[in-house]
Structure formats: C-alpha cells, structure tokens
C-alpha cells in the first residue's frame, strides 16, 4: 500500500539528509562556523534556497567531521598524516 502514497509525493531533496546532520551540533568558532553561516544565509533567501548544492553541504559535512576527528585524538590523528 505504500508504493500508491509516494507515486504522489515527490522525492525528497537529497540536500535535507546533510543539512539535518548540523542541527544541534556545535561548530567550533572560525572557518567552518563561518561557511555553515554563509550557506545558512542563502538556504534561507527565498525558495530556491540559494542555489545552496548537495556538494557544497557534502563538503562542509566532511570537513566538519574530520576537524572533529583531529578534535577527539590529535596525536592519532597527526602519526597517519
């Protein structure tokens, strides 16, 4: 029963699953706060969010995630650089 519900919704926008991993989530003061803001910014301008893409929250997402990894262990995290 569920195929007939979604053959009238429309697909979901892939940019919602990665902007909904910031929500809550503290950024440390500096470059990625600073993006976060700016993307934020345009997400929020009209409609068309901005032109805000999936590749540039991709980006902050996995340069949010490797500042946090270097956060957690910095010594493990400089021996494999």
Known sequence: MAAPETADR?????????????????????????????????WESGDDHGGVTFEELRALLTDWRADQALRRNPKGARAEA
């Open 10 to 42: 429309p697909a979901p926008d892939p940019r919602l699953r990665v902007l909904k991993k910031f929500k809550g989530r503290f950024l440390p003061r500096g470059p990625l706060r600073d993006r976060h803001r700016e993307l934020m910014k345009r």
